[in-house]
Every structure is written in C-alpha cells, then in structure tokens.
C-alpha cells in the first residue's frame, strides 16, 4: 500500500499522527482492507484529537487487479459531509450560529468574524440589523460550487428562515417558534413577548423603525399596553367580544410565564402553574398563545 504521503510502500505501517505538525497519517494493514473503517477512524481523530483531517487518499488495492497499478480514491467528501452532519446537529441543540462558522466561512477571517458576530447578537436575542448580515451569508454559500453543501442546505435555509421575516416583529415570532421547536422554552417566551410588543408599537403607527429597537420606547410602551389591555378586556368583556378577551389573556399570560422564567420565581396563577408542570403542557401552552398573539404564520 502506497502510504499516506505517496514515498513509501509498507505492508505494517502503524498509525502515525503529529498533532502538532501537518503530517501524513497512515493506516495499518488491517484498516487498508476496509476504506470505511479507515474513515471513521479518521472522524474519531479529529474529533477527540483535535486533530485536522485535510484529505483521505484509498488505494484501492481489490480495483488493482490486473492493472499495473491500483486506483486512489480520495474520500474527502465523505468527511465534509461528516463535518457538515456534526455542525448542524450541534447548532439545532444550542442555536448558536458559530456551531457552523468553520463551515459556512472556510478559510476566511473576516467572514468568521461576521458570522461570530451575528451569532453573539442573536443569542442575546437583539435581531435588529443581524438579518442582512445572514443572508449574506446564506448567498455566499448558495454561490460556491460545493455539492456538499447542496445537500445541507436546505436545511440551513429552513433553519435560518426567521431572517426572511419582513419585519422585525415577524422575524422574533420565527426565530422564537425554532426556539419553541427546539424545546428552548425559555428564549421562546422571552423573544416571543418581545415580538407582541414589536408588533403591537408598528400597528400604533407612532413609532418608527428606530423607536422599535429603542428600549427605553420599547419598555414605555410595553407597559402601557398591559395597563390599556386590562381595561380592553373589560370593555370586551361586556360586549361579548370574545376575540379580544383572548387576545389580552393570551398576552398577560404570556408575560407572566415571561417573568416566571426570568426570576425563577415559584407561580401564582393556576393556568401558568398547570403550564409549568410538564414539558407536554408547556409546549402546547405557548403554542396557543402565539397563535392567538400573532397576525403572521410562519413558513
């Protein structure tokens, strides 16, 4: 077998990796027979070495025959797709863009940078502008001629698509559906309450773009609308307006399981209590009360 480097031929090479130096890696005479074993082997290397696998070249011996010399086969696709599989399960667990920068970036800083940043932004829940800078990103990807990336991206897209909303409003209710999704409860409430506000202050029609991502406005108004909303139910309430009554009921609970999670305080209130008993519940709860909240249906 041709070793790694393409200058020796051996029968019982033994594995061999400098991990402080790029060097060529070779493999036994038992992993030669079996270009799948060698493969995981390789994966099982750089994940817990943290070790770089730049290329897997196969001599196909079995191909050989009859030939004068056996086929190499590299297998380096076969590890982008194992490194593409390992980032997008690490990013729908944590949410955190930065799982995937090494990949949606290769071998660029700046991009890495960017997308560090973005990241930072989003897991702090603070959307505004970051939108623009994702979907540069997603055309930078859509734009290199890698077919392992057209396997993933689909799911990418999918994954980012709250970016596509067309308002702020519209793109915390997305990203806090993924987060529900994902069973972040936590972030769901929090960027979903944040989303009723931003929605609620565009429909006013007083505010402007810049007003919505002030938070002293955002605040101002937050609170006048729970006091006004009290008095809406009530008016409600005695027309029989039973639209807005579930409306305004949505959103007090809504905040009220907002402020349970952010002070980790026990409950009062039966239905937030019953919400908080399980995971089944909780997940059904704030599902009402976004499709109760919201006027948009995410994609």
């Known amino acids: 077998m041709v070793s790694c480097d393409g200058s020796t031929y051996t029968r019982r090479s033994e594995w061999r990796c400098d991990q402080q130096a790029r060097k060529p890696c070779c493999q036994g005479p038992r992993l030669e027979r ?160 944040e989303a009723v506000v931003s929605q609620e202050m565009a429909k006013d029609g007083r505010y402007s773009e810049q007003d919505l991502v002030d938070d002293d406005k955002r605040s101002s108004f937050q609170s006048r609308l729970g006091k006004a909303s009290s008095e809406w139910r009530t008016r409600a309430a005695r027309r029989g307006d039973a639209e807005v009554v579930a409306w305004v009921t949505a959103f007090h609970d809504l905040k009220e399981i907002r402020n349970a999670f952010a002070h980790a305080s026990a409950e009062q209130d039966a239905a937030i209590r019953a919400a908080m008993a399980d995971e089944a519940h909780m997940r059904g709860f704030l599902v009402s009360l976004f499709e109760t909240l919201f006027d948009d249906v995410p994609e």
């Open 34 to 193: 079996s270009p799948l074993m060698a493969l995981f082997a390789a994966l099982v290397v750089e994940a817990i070495k943290e070790a770089r696998i730049e290329g897997i070249w196969y001599g196909a011996r079995e191909l050989g025959r009859n030939r004068a010399a056996a086929p190499v086969i590299r297998l380096d696709g076969l590890i982008a797709i194992s490194r593409w599989i390992r980032g997008l399960a690490a990013f729908d667990a944590s949410g955190d863009l930065r799982s995937l920068a090494d990949l949606l970036a290769p071998g660029d800083r700046a991009g890495a940078e960017r997308i560090d940043r973005a990241a930072y932004r989003e897991r702090i829940l603070r959307l505004d502008g970051i939108e623009m800078q994702i979907r540069d990103v997603l055309r930078t990807v859509g734009e290199r001629p890698d077919p392992v990336i057209g396997l993933f991206q689909p799911h990418l897209r999918r994954r980012l698509s709250w970016v596509r909303g067309p308002t702020l409003a519209a793109r915390q209710h997305r990203l806090a559906r993924i987060y529900l999704d994902a069973g972040d409860y936590v972030r769901a409430a929090i960027l979903g309450l």
